[in-house]
Structure formats: structure tokens, C-alpha cells
């Protein structure tokens, strides 16, 4: 069965200071593995994937994600925030079917 | 052409009600999906085509009635809905094989069920 677990639902950080989202995932296959960004009333925009290839991914607007398989994470990682990243950011794992699961958000407050 | 389109964007019914919403694609996916997102709360999924047919229902009430005429379209259609069903509608699609297995997402339907 796949799950994921984003551990803090709420993230508030100074604006230009580093920004850490966690992530944990539990699979029964090798998984893949993706960071949404969702701002107010708009629709979810991909931020990166993991699908087995190299373990740090990186993303657009200058977020990556380390896949680490023995810590079963994906950390979602900036290193500064900007204004514009305030939104809700979604963990979510696959399965070889064609279903999505998601984490239950962890919103980003970025503080001027 | 990368991009999910939804219509409308904003729709209010009553009770009483039939409606439908629609989403668009044509980058050729194969996989598409209706989720349900209640404010500060992840996508519920409620259906998945696949191929053009259904494939996930996740024991979604029957007033809504979810339709995939061709590969490139996904209606649901709405009737006698609730209040409690207010939310934003989002559509997605899906390339079914390859490692490019990522959803991408419409802009969402606001439903408000008066």
C-alpha cells in the first residue's frame, strides 16, 4: 500500500531565509514521487518528480527534493524563500496503476 | 499544447439542478481524473478513465455522473447535488506509460451548492 506523510502542516519562514517541507512515503514498490504547489483557488502545478533516476532532483523555481530510500523521505528544500512561494505545497506517491496519493498539505507562510 | 482546461471556472446551482462540468486535454493522455478539494484539505479522488473507461469510482454518490466521450474530453455531470458538495472540481491527466507518469492538473471548477 502507498502513503505519505508531510509532517508539519504549517510552515512559516522570513522571506530570503532557506525553506525545508518533510516528507515521508511508504511503498510496496519502488516509487515515484512528486511535490505539488497549489497558490489560492488554482489548480495543482508540479514542482519535481522522482521516478528513479538521480536521487536529488531539482525543480523550477529553484526548489529539489533528495530521495532517500533507508529514511523512507523526500524533503521538498529551497535556499531562500521568496514572497511569491507562500502556497500549499502536496507530497504525493504513486503506484504502478494509475492512482495518486496525496499528503495532507503543509502550508508555506513566507514572512517580508 | 501542455495545458488541462476546465469550464467553467465558477458555477452556483441549486438543489434542483443539472449541470455539467468539462475538461479538456490534447497532449495525447490516455489516463484522465475528476478530484473533489474542500478548502485547506489535499484532492479527493473520485474518478479515473482510463483508455476511455472508467476504471476508479471511489464509491462516489450517483448524483454525480462522470462521462469520457473521446480521449481528449471529461465530462461530470451534476444533479440534485448538496450543499456539502461545494468545492473546487479539479480535473487531470496523465500519460498511462513511460516514466513521464506525472498529473497535470486543471485550474478546478468552484461549485457552490445553494
Known amino acids: 500500500a502507498q502513503s505519505v506523510t508531510q509532517l508539519d502542516s504549517h510552515v512559516s519562514v522570513s522571506e530570503g531565509t532557506p525553506v525545508l517541507l518533510r516528507c515521508n512515503y511508504s511503498?510496496?514498490?519502488?516509487?515515484?514521487l512528486f511535490w505539488y504547489v497549489q497558490h489560492p483557488n488554482k489548480g495543482l502545478q508540479l514542482l519535481l518528480k522522482y521516478t528513479s533516476a538521480a536521487t536529488l532532483v531539482k525543480g523550477i523555481n529553484g526548489f529539489e527534493a533528495e530521495f532517500k530510500k533507508s529514511e523512507t523521505s523526500f524533503h521538498l528544500t529551497k535556499p531562500s524563500a521568496h514572497m511569491s512561494d507562500a502556497a500549499e505545497y502536496f507530497c504525493v506517491v504513486s503506484d504502478p496503476g494509475n492512482q495518486f496519493y496525496f499528503g495532507t498539505g503543509t502550508s508555506l507562510t513566507v514572512i517580508p | 499544447d501542455t495545458e488541462v482546461t476546465q469550464t467553467p471556472k465558477h458555477l452556483v446551482m441549486g438543489m434542483t439542478n443539472k449541470k455539467s462540468l468539462k475538461c479538456e486535454q490534447h497532449?495525447?493522455?490516455?489516463?484522465m481524473y475528476w478530484y473533489k478539494q474542500k478548502a485547506k484539505k489535499p484532492p479527493e479522488l473520485m474518478f479515473v478513465?482510463?483508455?476511455?473507461?472508467?476504471?476508479i469510482n471511489e464509491s462516489v454518490p450517483s448524483r454525480f455522473s462522470p462521462e469520457c466521450p473521446n480521449s481528449s474530453l471529461l465530462n461530470l455531470h451534476l444533479h440534485a447535488l448538496q450543499p456539502e458538495d461545494s468545492a473546487l472540481y479539479l480535473c487531470?491527466?496523465?500519460?498511462?506509460?513511460?516514466?513521464?507518469?506525472?498529473?497535470?492538473f486543471g485550474p478546478g471548477t468552484r461549485l457552490t451548492v445553494l
Open positions: 487531470a491527466s496523465r500519460l498511462t506509460t513511460g516514466i513521464d507518469n506525472e498529473q497535470f
Open positions: 497532449m495525447g493522455h490516455r489516463a
Open positions: 478513465y482510463s483508455y476511455e473507461k472508467l476504471s
Open positions: 511503498s510496496s514498490y519502488s516509487p515515484s
